[in-house]
């Protein structure tokens, strides 16, 4: 079974510190995907990776940077933390175009 | 760029009820449709894929059909139980080629004893 491991289920963080988010498939999937997830608002993509070193902006990538230096690790930076960036964050993997196995979420507060 | 609307947005019914959640599309040139559950601070599972060329699904007490031509999916539940509460979301993969999914906002699930 496809395991994803999000680091951290709950994580408080201080305004303008650099947040690392990280991300970890079992499954050797070339896809991942970073969303964000607000009442209201749905799930929102903030970046997305085809396959080692490759990204792609979504729809929200402002504030927010990744690396994926290895395959089976995505990782999402908050280079300076604000607090409209507290929410509930999701990792995804895939082979495309299967549908995408997600983490459980961490959930941030920036306080 | 595809749109994906959820109908209704919230349901709280009693155990036992046959359910029928709904998920509308804008473009019907779609490849898949995926339907998610998600529990309460938890990520999504999926739980059923229908390919393009199927017009249903079924998994256990869970049937979802596809109309591509109207853009409509529809997820029938049978015999609710208290264990089916959660939220249910459906996703379609763009048409362009990536297949990034466009995800509904939900349908969020109460079923009481």
């Known amino acids: 079974d496809v395991k994803v491991t999000q680091s951290s289920r709950y994580l408080v963080k201080r305004t303008g510190e650099k947040v690392f988010l990280e991300c970890v498939q079992d499954m050797d999937h070339e896809n991942m995907f970073w969303y964000r997830q607000d009442p209201g608002l749905g799930l929102r993509l903030i970046y997305f990776s085809y396959d080692v070193k490759m990204k792609e902006k979504g729809d929200i990538p402002e504030g927010y940077s990744v690396s994926r230096e290895k395959k089976e690790r995505f990782s999402l930076i908050l280079e300076s933390a604000s607090t409209n960036q507290t929410s509930m964050y999701l990792c995804a993997s895939r082979v495309s175009p299967l549908p995408q196995h997600f983490g459980d979420g961490t959930r941030l507060s920036i306080l | 760029k595809q749109e994906v609307t959820q109908i209704p947005a919230a349901l709280s019914v009693p155990e036992g009820e046959n359910l029928v959640l709904n998920c509308s599309f804008t473009?019907?040139?779609?490849?898949?449709l995926q339907w998610f559950r998600q529990d309460p601070g938890k990520g999504l599972t999926s739980l059923l894929l229908i390919q393009s060329s199927q017009r249903e699904q079924t998994s256990g007490r869970l049937n979802a059909s596809l109309d591509k031509s109207s853009g409509r999916s529809t997820l029938y539940i049978a015999a609710s139980q208290p264990g089916d509460s959660a939220t249910y979301l459906c996703a379609v993969p763009d048409s362009g080629g990536s297949y990034i999914p466009t995800f509904g906002r939900g349908t969020s699930l109460i079923v009481h004893p």
């Open positions: 473009d019907s040139a779609i490849y898949n």
